[in-house]
T-cell receptor, first 112, second 114 residues
Framework: DAKTTQPPSMDCAEGRAANLPCNHS???????VYWYRQIHSQGPQYIIH???NNETNEMASLIITEDRKSSTLILPHATLRDTAVYYC?????????????FGAGTRLFVKA | ETGVTQTPRHLVMGMTNKKSLKCEQH?????MYWYKQSAKKPLELMFV???????ENNSVPSRFSPECPNSSHLFLHLHTLQPEDSALYLC?????????????FGQGTRLTVV
């Protein structure tokens, strides 16, 4: 079972920041938060990940609360090409190593 | 280009056919995965291979048979499938150990069972 909850959909105006929230209240101390996105009918694409510190790369920023029970993915200047399903994932450790378990994700619509 | 290549990209097969999906990764990873994505559903983890050994089988019907001959290749053999098995099948790879590593996905095989 997925360990995260996300809103099913969000809208964002082109050029504005898109802030996508995620709750992961049962996260364990050794579990990382990952974000992926999936454009229609393509494979998921890695965006960013973090453990407890905020992270930034060329695609996005990740803000993790101090208690690690929630996080926010920020796309600073959304474009039409950012329209996709965004998955917040806690990478779960089980027999054989870590696995990436997906939830339903948030469908982000970027509008002109 | 993620370094994970899946073939074919599209496949149409009858319910009595036998076909195989292929996945190849050039990333030096030791874990490989098969996921199924049906219409309007989240990705479902099907199989996990770690160092060429199957470490997880998530209650997948026996008409799906995975094979991992080496750490770079993963197959999914299909036989006597049902129309409800039509979906996007995704392969991924990652390092075996450690939570601090992302999974890289292929572009998927769009399977249609007729």
């Amino acid at each position: 079972d997925a360990k995260t909850t996300q809103p099913p959909s969000m809208d964002c105006a082109e050029g504005r920041a898109a802030n996508l929230p995620c709750n992961h209240s049962t996260i364990s101390g050794n579990e990382y938060v990952y974000w992926y996105r999936q454009i229609h009918s393509q494979g998921p694409q890695y965006i960013i990940h973090g453990l407890k510190n905020n992270e930034t790369n060329e695609m996005a920023s990740l803000i993790i609360t101090e208690d690690r029970k929630s996080s926010t993915l920020i796309l600073p200047h959304a474009t039409l090409r950012d329209t996709a399903v965004y998955y917040c994932i806690v990478r779960v450790f089980n027999t054989g190593g870590f696995k990436t378990i997906f939830g339903a994700g948030t469908r982000l619509f970027v509008k002109a | 280009e993620t370094g994970v290549t899946q073939t074919p990209r599209h496949l149409v097969m009858g319910m009595t056919n036998k076909k195989s999906l292929k996945c190849e990764q050039h990333l030096g990873h030791n874990a490989m995965y098969w996921y199924k994505q049906s219409a309007k559903k989240p990705l479902e983890l099907m199989f996990v291979y770690s160092l060429e050994e199957r470490v997880e089988n998530n209650s997948v019907p026996s008409r799906f048979s995975p094979e991992c001959p080496n750490s770079s290749h993963l197959f999914l053999h299909l036989h006597t499938l049902q129309p409800e098995d039509s979906a996007l099948y995704l392969c991924a790879s990652s390092q075996v150990a450690g939570g601090n590593t992302e999974a890289f996905f292929g572009q998927g095989t769009r399977l249609t069972v007729v």
